[in-house]
């Protein structure tokens, strides 16, 4: 059947999406039945309406469209039958419009018309592509409750699963799962759905739960596939589990199934974190006796470990290889091969490597190359001393810039704040209109663009600005104002989401601990005193229940000052102690814990319960490892996605002193020009190590031009361990200096290694401590992202 307006009747095809428009066969088979509601010939048109058609008019309403928007844009089209509004809500999805494929669903229920489980599917794949979790579970609950009789299938929660895996709602992901196998769902998990539920594991990193759900599909009747496996693996990758990565390459072939090269790039990744060097190569030699051909990330997997083992010849070897494979080198692997060169300390052939990208990149002939070698010397230029000169572009940047603007409309977020970054780390003239190009995609992605995007766009645009190397004859501002009120909506979403995510993390170990049954947590006053470390809340709903608290933090917060050891009494808290990891404590079981540890220990008589709450990420199965005899009888209480609560008793041994965490490392000041100090005092959980970072010796070597004047008033502000303010004594020994820091121990810590200012050393958070009236001729610091640093800044 085919309307004599389009010519004659062609074959169906599969949709073709290019930006919001699906180009479909103009042909449409009549309906089976009158369910399907097709108007006939009559009808406007006298033809089917096309699913690209009336995607296009539903696209184009604003984003965050409800049913009425729908109902108004399809009004005076022909009604759709049901595999049109199938073909529709799939269309949506690829544009990533899962508002209007929610919309749209709730406009068909108020129109009366059918909705079955496949407009269901389509809207929550919808969802899922987008992360919205929420939106997806709502369409699901939405069947379940559904009395027209259309119930969820496996594709529906394997969407649902999806969704949730996307938007970090890993547990969530895992519920869907482990209904289903319960048989609570009323449907059994296909491959998509164990597949899903997996990967959702590898996210959380809780390798020993995805190789548990791979261990029971074959039980079940659902044999492991390759994505299953790669899903796996990368679980195994994430949470260092090498061995258990390359134990299941092995399983994967015995299975009878050959693992391709996704299975083979997760593999050769875990053995990268495992600093395993030579199974990672072993694992290429091995692809390459199988025919799999590595790609990129496998190439970047391998290289990183040859970094991290100074196997500078392998890593020149395997980019070399990636030539002749004509797979195209980006930022990692050239870094990653530079590293291992100078960690092997052969310089000249990690500048042979940066000339050679240099020579190349103006030559490049395919845009995604083009754009790849771009970002990658934009960023290894930038690894370079800012004193040294970078080897110079090969040529004219023309033609590089005509491909990157043809890449332009495929980036997602992360890639064009790179692309914009770069353009102003690198002051290339770009036409007027390229940069209109860069804006609208801006524009276009701003409600999926992650922080990191929105912090390297701000950066780019500004300095596009400041520098003036758009190449136009037109006056005025380079960017729009949409451009900077899009950033600046984007930002505060990403920080709203952000601050979300971690409110909730770090809320959830706290919170585990308060809802365990009666006898198993802290008790009551009658009980007596409990130490709380490091979790304000903790402490306040503890009093809330009953409990008799004393409060402990290394870290002075707003007006609570921080001290180095427990406030009380030895032995007095014969409540028990509760440590928070969290912090300073973290590192898995690292000496910031251990020194927390021995800090609780003096406070608690024998027999004493120690609960240590905290998530897996802050090393919480560790922990063990860090109660050095000090507590015996260790037990994990409950858990709860990724937080844990475990719990010990006090031995009766003793405490052994703070001192012994104690211990000094030499001040490598020579690398800025100045002199090196021996002896200096550390404390664990110090930043850097209480050494030199690589930032703050940027600001060293800038500091020297500064002319500070004899008497001048200066201010060392988070000064850590002091650091900023030994070099300031030896550039001007008559200046005035001030100290000020929020971590008792760097303060203990400042004031052994510049004695000479211990009473200048002030202790609290932002500018709180500093004393008032004080009259500043500079301000000096290496900021590290906190509130204080605005504080300041406003107050100043």
Known sequence: FASESVGP?????????????????????????????????????????????????????????????????????????????????????????????????????????????????????????????????????????????????????????????????????????????????????NHFCYSGGIRACATARQWQLALQFLEEMPRRGVYPNLHTYTGAVTACHRAGQWQRALDLLQGCRKSGLEPDVFVYSAAVSACEVGRQWQQALGLLDNMHRHGVAPNGVTYNAALSACEQ???????????????????????????????????????????????????????????????????????????????????????????????????????????????????ARLRVECPQDFLGELEER????????????????????????RSGFVNSDASGDACSESTWQCLQRAGRRVIDEVSAQSSRANAAPSELLLSMRPGAGPGTEADGPVLVVDDWQLSQDLKAKGCSVIFWIRMSVRKRTSTMEPPGEPSSCSGGAVVRLS??????????????????????????????????????????????????????????????????????????????FRSSVLLNLSTVGLADVEEWCVWPGLFAGGGLDVMTAFLLKRLRRLHIAPGAEVLDFCCGSGTIAQALLQLQPRAALHLAEA???????????????????????????????????????????????SALTASS
């Open 442 to 465: 801006t524009v276009a992605l701003e409600a999926s663009l992650p922080w990191q995007a929105v912090g390297l766009l701000d950066y780019g645009f500004r300095n596009v600005l």
């Open 583 to 660: 912090g300073v404590q973290s590192n898995a079981g690292g000496a910031g814990l251990r020194m927390a540890l021995v800090g609780a220990a003096a406070m608690l008589p024998a027999g004493a319960p120690l609960w240590m709450v905290g998530l897996e990420d802050e090393g919480i199965a560790d922990v063990g490892s860090a109660l050095l005899g000090l507590f015996g009888s260790l037990e994990e209480l409950a858990r709860s996605g990724s937080a844990r609560v475990y719990r010990a008793k006090r031995r009766k041994v003793e405490a052994p002193s703070f001192e012994t």
């Open 9 to 189: 009747a062609r074959t169906h095809a599969a949709p073709r999406v290019a930006g919001s428009r699906a180009l479909l066969s103009p042909a449409a088979m009549p309906p089976k039945s009158q369910g399907d509601r097709y108007a006939g010939p009559g009808a406007q048109g006298d033809r089917f309406q096309r699913p690209g058609d009336v995607a296009d008019k539903l696209t184009a309403l604003p984003e965050g469209a409800t049913a009425d928007d729908v109902r108004a844009a399809l009004k005076g089209l022909a009604p759709l039958n049901s595999k049109t509004w199938t073909q529709v809500l799939g269309i949506l999805g690829k544009c990533r419009r899962w508002d209007l494929a929610v919309a749209a669903l709730e406009h068909l229920r108020r129109e009366g018309l059918e909705v079955n489980e496949f407009h269901c599917s389509s809207a929550i794949s919808a969802c899922e592509r987008s992360g919205r979790w929420q939106e997806a579970l709502g369409v699901l609950n939405g069947m379940r409750g559904d009395k027209s009789g259309s119930k969820p299938n496996a594709f529906c929660y394997s969407a649902a699963i999806g969704a949730c895996e996307k938007g970090g709602e890993w547990q969530r992901a895992v519920a869907l799962l482990e209904g289903m196998m319960s048989g609570r769902a009323g449907v059994a998990p």
């Open 309 to 423: 083992g100074g196997r500078w010849a392998e890593a020149l070897g395997l980019l070399a290889e990636m030539h002749s494979k004509q797979v195209s080198p980006d930022v990692v692997a050239y870094s990653a091969a530079i590293g291992a060169c100078e960690a092997a300390n052969r310089k000249a052939e990690a500048a042979k490597i940066f000339q050679e990208l240099a020579t190349a990149l103006p030559k490049a002939e395919n845009p995604r190359d083009a754009f790849q070698g771009f970002v990658a010397y934009a960023k290894l230029e930038q690894r370079e001393d800012g004193d040294s000169a970078s080897p110079k572009l090969g040529g004219s940047l023309v033609g590089v810039v005509r491909l990157l603007r043809q890449v332009v409309p495929e980036l997602v977020g992360r890639d064009l704040g790179s692309l914009v970054w770069a353009l």
């Open 743 to 789: 971590d008792a121990l760097a303060v203990e810590a400042a004031r052994c290694n510049v004695s000479e200012l211990a009473e200048r050393c002030y202790l609290g958070d932002g500018w709180g401590p500093v004393p008032a009236g004080l009259s500043l001729d500079h301000i000096i610091l290496s900021p590290p992202v906190q509130p204080s640093v």
